[in-house]
């Protein structure tokens, strides 16, 4: 049996029990029940996937940033020159990318994953070689990804899961660099949502009017020749290699029963993907926030999951859900910390 | 002259060329411009509170909790006894509220201050005596304070943002603790941004319709005898102890040059009565988050502060503020720690 198929197999329904007790729990603290908004519930999700209540407290957050390049950009859907993939692989892995300053303030280490670069990047302590290809092909002329290259990039991701929660992370946080990359996401978004190119296609880093209506027109013309059903086929038509891996990363992480945080609109679409496969699996995953690309909100809806911040984001390498991890820590600490009204002899209402 | 004046008087508008430094300086890190959406309007706020571009990243935020009781807990508008006022401030005291819970996450210091409880509480470290008053007034039956007794509570929140700044804070949080205070904070954002009561007026910590309608009318007709006009009668006639400090409070910390981050609808409210008496201050000010009490985003508004999170919180204690700390310490390590263009060697769009 493949790493994919055993990885899918290996995800568990959370514990309905753990998850009562965590709510039950919940309406001892010494607060008003509900006043602490969506951290109730992100606290009670984390007794569920931890599989005990309290849940203990993440300490050990792990940002994996998978980078990867398009042969879309031949399109001319990003102002951005496709070596910028490149050189920002080798800004994060010298510490100083947007992610890295977060990660810094957050306690969170920081791994760069080559999975799809279309030129190899020099070797850093922070970077992980596993590149698959040397970028995807064009989307808009044919299948961006073969079937075995879009299989072995979700077995990349499993493993890097597996990887750095066998170095004791905690909390797993997805990242992405890859010049192009909100075209895939969009094809992805539109695919597996069933909308419109034009309702969740974005400007991505900035781009004008006209670049916006080819890249439309390119994720229109693409999602013609889709089967939707079938979310492999769709990732391998219009995806990119780190859509793939972030979609094993996604199944991995709830594989290994540790929680991850998803950035922006590459990693919702990714977890499209990863939840058309293994739907259970969503149940592992929390949204840092909503990105200001109109696909991140329909992917976000589409999956039943609230992200936790709305700061007007756009930028991807992981800094939004890099973000949100203390928010998943206080989460924790409140449920595991806070006194109880007997405890703490406080009068209830 | 007063210490209110003084501090009035101290408060310095941000110095537009710090300003346009910190955009300039945004512009040239990689990323693409904006794409950091609100937390890049933060960092040049920082860089203007502290002077100089970059700003340094606050490493000691403290968070300061307000403590009072209220008269108008006679109406019944709130099902807690006011007894809990004094529970939850020796629970605070002993760390084993929510607020304590989040500040061990993002490293903040808690001191509780009694400016008005009913009782007096036992002696703790971490705990401030300040009493002006053992309880306002009912605001339903005439003034909540005299005007000896606001400018006294004014000033021991001046008193506490320049102890704490003067101790090594360099982020002040706002926090507070008073059962039936949202009643007065709705008073005080009706009067304030001349709203309707039936607007701004909300279920705090979660009150059934009969109480909610009882709490609309105590503040309409506490609004028919108020001179809108005199923010210092506003609050003396439907403001709380805990109001008034806060509202020193954040005069003081822009008197010295530190941003005070605002919790909810209590923070905000205070924050209307501050900005009355000296518009230039709110500069100084990052919201946090808005509650969802209708006044909170009625304040905010007013103010023209646009809030970090929306968790679905009505807590206080200062809770959702503490959680946007590090938010704010992030936008200001990105805007010092991040590569530029230039240094890093990264291609422009």
Chains 1, 2 share one sequence.
Request: proline content about 5%; charged content about 20%; glycine content about 10%.
């Amino acid at each position: 049996m493949s790493l994919l198929q055993r990885t899918v197999d290996a995800v568990e329904r959370l514990p309905d029990a753990v998850i009562e007790e965590a709510d039950a729990r919940q309406a001892r603290l010494t607060k008003p029940l509900g006043s602490m908004g969506m951290l109730e519930d992100i606290a009670s999700q984390l007794c569920g996937i931890a599989g005990t209540c309290p849940a203990p407290v993440p300490q050990h957050p792990a940002i994996a940033v998978f980078a990867g390049d398009h042969g879309v950009h031949a399109q001319r859907v990003t102002p951005w020159p496709q070596e910028v993939t490149l050189q920002m692989v080798a800004s994060m892995a010298a510490g100083g990318a947007v992610v890295n300053a977060i990660a810094r303030q957050v306690g969170a280490t920081v791994t760069v994953v080559d999975v799809g670069l279309a030129s190899a990047p020099a070797p850093a302590p922070m970077l992980r070689e596993r590149n698959v290809a040397r970028g995807t092909a064009d989307l808009a002329e044919g299948p961006a990804m073969t079937r075995a290259q879009a299989v072995a990039a979700l077995e990349v991701g499993i493993d890097i899961a597996r990887e750095l929660v066998g170095e004791g992370a905690d909390l797993l946080v997805t990242g992405d660099m890859g010049i192009a990359n909100t075209t895939a996401s969009a094809a992805l978004v539109a695919a597996l949502t069933r909308s419109e190119a034009a309702e969740v296609t974005g400007r991505g880093t900035g781009i004008d009017d006209a670049m916006l209506a080819r890249k439309t027109a390119v994720i229109e013309k693409a999602l013609c020749r889709l089967e939707r059903s079938d979310p492999l086929a769709v990732l391998c038509e219009v995806g990119g290699l780190e859509h793939a891996a972030l979609a094993g990363f996604l199944l991995g992480g709830a594989a290994e029963r540790v929680p991850v945080v998803l950035d922006g609109v590459i990693a919702v679409s990714a977890a499209l993907v990863a939840s058309a496969l293994c739907p259970r699996a969503a149940d592992y995953w929390i949204a840092g926030h909503v990105s200001v690309e109109p696909g991140a909100r329909a992917a976000l809806d589409h999956l039943g999951i609230a992200p936790l911040l709305d700061l007007g984001l756009r930028l991807g390498e992981g800094s939004g859900a890099a973000l949100a991890v203390p928010l998943v820590q206080s989460a924790a600490r409140i449920l595991a910390e806070v006194a109880t009204f007997d405890g703490a002899g406080v009068t209830r209402a």
